[in-house]
């Protein structure tokens, strides 16, 4: 009997095996990316009874795969292991790894790689979007690569998963976008900073504001210290970037009434490397930025967008109609694959 066979004849012997599987390796994935935590954030991240996660949680500690202190449960070096070992099982059980495939058909991408939750409803699928990014990134950088990075919390979110590993470390870390806004904590020139910390890497940033007036961008994109980051984006290995709304988007940045009216009149869904388009994937409107442009994006050999959420699904969906964007990679979550499958 084959593998496959064994697996159909316990799923015919025992069929609740695999609903038990799934929510005791969520539970534990959640501890893992989110711990410490107390067990009213397990509640509320995966909408199951008290009564359910007491008896799980007790289970996971009597097999060492928890532990538990005042300040919470963390996932211990077993928890971790066994996460890694189930992960192809999970995807599988959950009908995720079917999802993937039929996404990336959809969207015409090279690959999918969805995670369970949604960031719309459980901010905890932010850090497994994070981890499976930084995951990514490790396995496909190669020695002294370059690495344009944009801001936002998904991608903000690779922070905590990133160490030094021997490509990493050799790896130039790039703002793909000046400053947006006040958040500094989510902006490119923050993050390449944070990722090349963790990484023991190079980085270069781009302390400019993201949106000029066409004198300004004229006469910046002279300037020595601009030209010389400007000039890596013509060599880009690796781009790694998330898909916003367009009207949120457009706030943040404080467009006026004019531009969100006009973005609003021709249906604007998303915005990436501040270019908004509709469904369709047509381009209505870009603002002068210094930063990476989408046609340096496309030259790159590895596009890597992190994004989720439900209320995202049509920006991501919109975007991948651009031409050029095939080769990406696309970590998204279950909640904007749904939404968009469904469709």
Same mark, same amino acid.
């Given at each position: ?6 697996? &159909?004849?316990? $799923? +015919? ?14 539970? =534990? ?11 009213? #954030? ?13 008896? &799980? ?15 919470? #449960? ?11 070992? +189930?992960?192809?099982?999970?995807? &599988?059980?959950?009908?995720?790894? =079917? ?9 015409? *991408? ?69 400053? =947006?806004?006040n958040e500094m904590n989510l902006q490119a020139n923050t993050l390449v900073s944070q990722f090349a ?22 006469? #910046? ?8 980051? =400007? ?9 790694? $970037?998330? *898909?916003?709304?367009?009207?949120? #988007?457009? $706030? ?6 004019? *531009?969100?009216?006009?973005?609003? &009149?021709?249906? !604007?869904?998303?915005? %990436? @490397?501040?270019?908004? @388009? ?13 930063? *990476? ?8 050999? $590895? ?9 995202? %699904? ?24 749904? !939404?968009?499958?469904?469709?």
């Amino acid at each position: 009997m084959n593998n496959e066979s064994q697996k &159909e004849a316990v $799923h +015919l012997l025992v069929p609740e095996l695999s609903s038990i599987i799934q929510q005791r390796y969520r539970i =534990l994935q959640t501890i893992a990316v989110a711990g410490p935590i107390g067990r009213r #954030m397990i509640l509320d991240t995966l909408n199951i009874s008290e009564r359910t996660v007491r008896n &799980e949680i007790t289970i996971l500690n009597d097999q060492q795969l928890i532990e538990t202190s005042q300040k919470g #449960m963390i996932c211990t070096n077993k928890g971790y292991e066994i996460l890694e070992e +189930l992960k192809e099982t999970f995807q &599988e059980a959950s009908g995720l790894s =079917l999802k993937e495939k039929k996404l990336a058909q959809i969207l015409d *991408i090279k690959k999918v790689i969805i995670v369970p939750g949604d960031v719309n409803i459980e901010s905890s699928t932010t850090q497994l979007l994070g981890k499976e990014a930084s995951e990514y990134l490790t396995a496909v950088a190669k020695k002294d690569n370059t690495v344009a990075i944009t801001g936002g919390s998904t991608v903000a979110a690779l922070t905590s998963f990133l160490s030094p590993t021997k490509s990493l470390s050799a790896l130039t870390f790039i703002a793909a976008r000046g400053s =947006l806004g006040n958040e500094m904590n989510l902006q490119a020139n923050t993050l390449v900073s944070q990722f090349a910390s963790k990484c023991g890497a190079e980085f270069r940033t781009l302390y400019l504001p993201e949106n000029l007036s066409e004198n300004a961008f004229a006469t #910046m994109v002279k300037e020595p210290m601009v030209k010389e980051v =400007l000039d890596f984006y013509d060599d880009i290995d690796i781009v790694i $970037h998330g *898909i916003g709304s367009a009207n949120e #988007m457009a $706030h943040r940045r404080n467009s006026n009434d004019a *531009i969100i009216n006009m973005l609003n &009149e021709k249906n !604007a869904v998303g915005e %990436a @490397f501040g270019y908004y @388009f509709d469904e369709t994937g047509e381009i209505i409107y870009r603002i002068n930025t210094i930063g *990476i442009q989408l046609e340096q994006v496309k030259q790159s050999p $590895h596009i890597v967008a992190v994004a989720g959420g439900s209320l995202k %699904a049509k920006a991501i969906q919109a975007y991948f109609k651009i031409d050029g964007t095939k080769q990406t990679v696309l970590i998204t979550d279950e909640g904007a694959a749904n !939404a968009i499958l469904e469709k």
